[in-house]
C-alpha cells in the first residue's frame, strides 16, 4: 500500500495502462512536456517517449477525431480533455462518431477510446473550468461514463478504463485531484470491483444517499453527521454513470425505504432525474418518500465568489434527508 | 527594436508617444498588482497577464477608432485599461466584487464593456472568433465602406489558429468581404507548448492565404509597428472590406496564467526575456530620442502605481455579490418553473401556480 492523491493515483494507473499494453497512447494538449494542468500525465513523457504521449495542438475536435482513426487501426487511445467545459468543440466527434461507429459497423470496429475530464467545481475557477456535463454523455447510447471518487478507485478504474473495448468517457474529480488516500499499487486489476459496478461505501439502513466523483466524500460525511441524529445513511458511490448499476441501487432502497440522489450537475435533466425515475418504478412500494435530489441550481456555473451559495454541501444534502424523513 | 537612430520618431507627436508610454507603464504596474493581488487570494478563478505584451497591447488599440468594436481573449486586463475603462472598475471586476465592469459576474477573463465596445474577454479559446465575424457581418449590414466606417478587432492566441472554428470563421469572413481584422497574438507558447510544436505552418498569418486573406506579421515589442501595421489593416477593412490576418508576435514575460510556474521555460530564455522586455526598450527608446527624460518617465511610473494603489482600494471597498443574485440574469424573461430549492424552501407548493411538486431539492420540479 502507498499513500497517493488521486492525481497521482491516476498517473500510476496510466503508467501501468501504457506498460500493459504497447497500443495504448496518451495525447491531449499539454500532457507531455508540461504534464497536464493537473500533473496526471507528469512524466509519462519522459519515460514512454513523445511517440506514446503526444502534445497535440489546441484542437478538440481533431483529438477526439484522430483517436478514433487510431483506434480504427488497432490503437488504444487515452485523450485528454483539459477542463469540463473544452469537451464541447469535441462534442460531434464524441456524439455522431465514437459513441455509434460499433453499433453502425454491427461490431467489426471497436473504438477502446478513454476520454479523461477532470470535471466540476470547487477550486474557484469558474465556467468552462467547473462544469459537470456528464448527464449529456449518460443520455448518449454507445458510451460508458465512469467517475471515480478516490485515488483507490481512480487507480484502478483509469486502467479498466483503458482496457475496455468501449469508449469511456472518464470523469475526474477536479477537487478532489489533491486528497490523499492508501493506494494497493502491488495487486492486479483481477480483484478489482468492475468499473461499471456501484459501491457501498458506508452501510446503513435509514436512507439511501447515491452519489459519484466529487460528492462521494461529501456524502460520507454527511453520513457520519447523520449519525449524530440517530439516522443510519448508505452511501453508494455509483462509480459507473452509463450503464447505471440499477441491481444495487434498487437492493439498496428496498432496504431503506428512501432515496437521495446527489450530484454536482444541475438537477434539471440531471442523472438525478433518470434515477429518480427508474427507483420509483422499480422501488414503489418500498418508497416511504419521493425520491428527491440535489444537485446545482439552474443557472450557469457563477463567478467564484459565488460557488460556495452554488455547489451542493453538507447542509444541502442534510437538508435533503431532513425532508425525506419528514414524510 | 526598429529604428534604434530614432527617424521615426521623429514624424511622432511626442504627446502621443508619452501617451503611450503611459499605458504601456499602467498595464505593467496593473498586471504586476493582480499578481499579487491573486496570490493573496483576493482574485479568484483565473488570471491571465499582459506582463511582456504592453506594446502590443498600446499598438493596437491606439490603432482603434472610438466606434470600432474590439473582441479579446482571456488575457485581456491591458486592453480594457487602453480602451479607457477605469482601472478601479478593472480592478474590481478580477475580485469579483459589484463595483467591477460587469457587477464582478465576468472574473478576469470576461471583461464586457459595451461603453468602450468591449465586446468581452472569452475564457475558452477560440470562443470570439465567430462571434466577431458575426459582428463584422452585422456593420456589413448596416453600412457601406467609408474611411470613418467602424470595423471589428478580433484578438486571438496563437494556439488558437489550430482550432476549427478559427477556420471557419476567417473563410465565412474572407467570402463575405466582412470589415474585420483579426490579430494573432503570438506569445509564442499555447501554455506549455511553442508554436513550432503545435502548428504545421508556425508563420501563423500564413494560415489566411487559403482564404486569399492578406496579413503580416510585424514586431508585438515595437508600439509603432504594430499600430501602424493594425491601422493599415482597419482601413482595408473600412474601405474595401477585406479581412486581415495580422501577426504580432511578443512573449509573456511570465507563466501562461498565474499558477503557472513556467518550468517548461530555461533559465537562457527568461534571461533573455528580461533583456528583451518591452517596456524598458520604449522607455530608453523614448529618452533617447529626447521625447521622454528620466524624470518624466520615473513620473509616468510612479502615477501608474498610485492608479493601480487606488484601484486595489477601490476594489477592495465595493461589496462581493449576494448569495440571492446567484439566480439573476438566468433568463431574459420571467421563467416560472424555475425552482430554487434552496434549503428551508417548502416541499410541496402552496397553491397551483408557485413552485415544485415535491420530490426535487436543488432545480425546477
Redesign the interface.
Known amino acids: 500500500m502507498t499513500t497517493l492523491t488521486l492525481s497521482r493515483a491516476l498517473n500510476e494507473g496510466l503508467r501501468k495502462a501504457l506498460e500493459a499494453n504497447a497500443k495504448a497512447l496518451i495525447m491531449g ?2 500532457v507531455g ?2 504534464g497536464g ?1 493537473f500533473r496526471v500525465t507528469d512524466g509519462l513523457q519522459k519515460d514512454f517517449g513523445e511517440a506514446r504521449v503526444i ?8 483529438i477526439i477525431g484522430t483517436a478514433i482513426g487510431l483506434a480504427l487501426r488497432g490503437y488504444r487511445p487515452i485523450c485528454e480533455i483539459q477542463f469540463d ?2 469537451i464541447f ?1 469535441a462534442f460531434d466527434q464524441i456524439v455522431s462518431q465514437l459513441a455509434k461507429m460499433r453499433y453502425r459497423s454491427r461490431g467489426a470496429v471497436k473504438l477502446p477510446i478513454v476520454v479523461r475530464v477532470p470535471f466540476g467545481g470547487g477550486i ?6 467547473s462544469e459537470s456535463p456528464e448527464a449529456l454523455f449518460a443520455h448518449t447510447p454507445g458510451l460508458r461514463v465512469i467517475s471515480c471518487g478516490d485515488p483507490a478507485d481512480a487507480y484502478t478504474m483509469i486502467q479498466q478504463a483503458a482496457s475496455s473495448d468501449d469508449p469511456v468517457l472518464f470523469f475526474e474529480p477536479k477537487r478532489r485531484y489533491w486528497d490523499k488516500a492508501e493506494v494497493d499499487t502491488e495487486g492486479g486489476l483481477a480483484a478489482a470491483l468492475p468499473m461499471d459496478s456501484a459501491r457501498v461505501l458506508v452501510e446503513g439502513s435509514d436512507l439511501t444517499l447515491l452519489c459519484y466523483g466529487p460528492m462521494v466524500r461529501t456524502c460520507a460525511e454527511a453520513a457520519v453527521a447523520a449519525a449524530s441524529d440517530g439516522r443510519s445513511l448508505e452511501v453508494i458511490d455509483l462509480r459507473s454513470l452509463a450503464p447505471l448499476d440499477v441491481e444495487t441501487i434498487f437492493a439498496s432502497v428496498r432496504k431503506t425505504g428512501r432515496c ?1 440522489v446527489v450530484h454536482e450537475a ?3 435533466g ?1 442523472l438525478g432525474a433518470e434515477i ?1 425515475a427508474q427507483v420509483t418504478q422499480e422501488c414503489f412500494y418500498s418508497l416511504e418518500a ?11 456555473y ?6 460556495e ?2 455547489l ?1 454541501d453538507l ?2 444534502i442534510l ?2 434527508v431532513d ?1 425525506s424523513f ?1 414524510y | 527594436m526598429a529604428d534604434p537612430a530614432g527617424e521615426d520618431l521623429a514624424r511622432e507627436d511626442p504627446a502621443v508617444l508619452r501617451e503611450y508610454y503611459r499605458q504601456m507603464a499602467l498595464i505593467r504596474a496593473f498586471e504586476l498588482r493582480a499578481a499579487e493581488m491573486y496570490t493573496r487570494a483576493k482574485i479568484g478563478g483565473y488570471c491571465h497577464l499582459n506582463l511582456g505584451e504592453e506594446a502590443t497591447v498600446a499598438g493596437l488599440t491606439a490603432a482603434l477608432h472610438a466606434e470600432d468594436f474590439l473582441f479579446a481573449t482571456y488575457r485581456e486586463h491591458g486592453y480594457a485599461l487602453a480602451r479607457g475603462a477605469d482601472p478601479g472598475r478593472v480592478m474590481a471586476e478580477l475580485f469579483g466584487r459589484e463595483a467591477g465592469l460587469s457587477r464582478g459576474r465576468g472574473g478576469s477573463m470576461h471583461l464586457f464593456d459595451s461603453q468602450i465596445r468591449l465586446m468581452g474577454g472569452y475564457g475558452i479559446v477560440g470562443g470570439q472568433v465567430p462571434l466577431a465575424t458575426g459582428a463584422a457581418f452585422a456593420l456589413a449590414y448596416r453600412g457601406g465602406p467609408a474611411p470613418d466606417a467602424p470595423a471589428v478587432m478580433c484578438l486571438l492566441g496563437d494556439a488558437t489558429t489550430n482550432i476549427g472554428a478559427f477556420h471557419e470563421s476567417l473563410n465565412l469572413a474572407a467570402l463575405w468581404r466582412l470589415p474585420v481584422v483579426y490579430v494573432i497574438v503570438n506569445n509564442q507558447l499555447g501554455m506549455g507548448t511553442p508554436v513550432e510544436a503545435a502548428a504545421a505552418e508556425p508563420e501563423l498569418w500564413k494560415r489566411g492565404c487559403a482564404y486569399r486573406m492578406p496579413g503580416q506579421r510585424v514586431d508585438g515589442n515595437d508600439v509603432l509597428a504594430v499600430r501602424d501595421a493594425a491601422r493599415a489593416a482597419l482601413d482595408c477593412a473600412r474601405m474595401e472590406r477585406q479581412p486581415t490576418l495580422l501577426e504580432t508576435v511578443s512573449y509573456r514575460l511570465r507563466g501562461h496564467s498565474v499558477v503557472d510556474p513556467a518550468r517548461y521555460r530555461t533559465a537562457e530564455e527568461t534571461e533573455r526575456l528580461r533583456r528583451e522586455d518591452p517596456l524598458p526598450a520604449f522607455r530608453h527608446r523614448l529618452i533617447t530620442a529626447g521625447v521622454l527624460d528620466e524624470e518624466t518617465a520615473a513620473e509616468i511610473d510612479s502615477e501608474a502605481d498610485m492608479a493601480v494603489a487606488a484601484a486595489v482600494d477601490f476594489a477592495d471597498a465595493s461589496p462581493p455579490p449576494e448569495g440571492a443574485a446567484l439566480f439573476d440574469h438566468v433568463y431574459a424573461t420571467p421563467a416560472a418553473s424555475m425552482y430554487r430549492g434552496l434549503p428551508g424552501d417548502p416541499v410541496a407548493a402552496p397553491g397551483p401556480a408557485a413552485g415544485p411538486g415535491p420530490g426535487s431539492v436543488g432545480g425546477p420540479a
Open positions: 494538449e499539454d512536456k508540461l494542468v502534445d497535440t495542438p489546441l484542437a478538440e475536435s481533431g467545459g473544452f468543440p474557484g475557477a469558474v465556467e468552462h473550468h437521495v444541475v438537477v434539471t440531471g429518480a419521493p425520491v428527491l435530489r440535489v444537485g446545482a441550481y439552474t443557472t450557469p457563477p463567478p467564484s465568489r459565488l460557488e451559495h452554488y451542493p447542509d444541502r437538508d435533503a425532508r419528514g
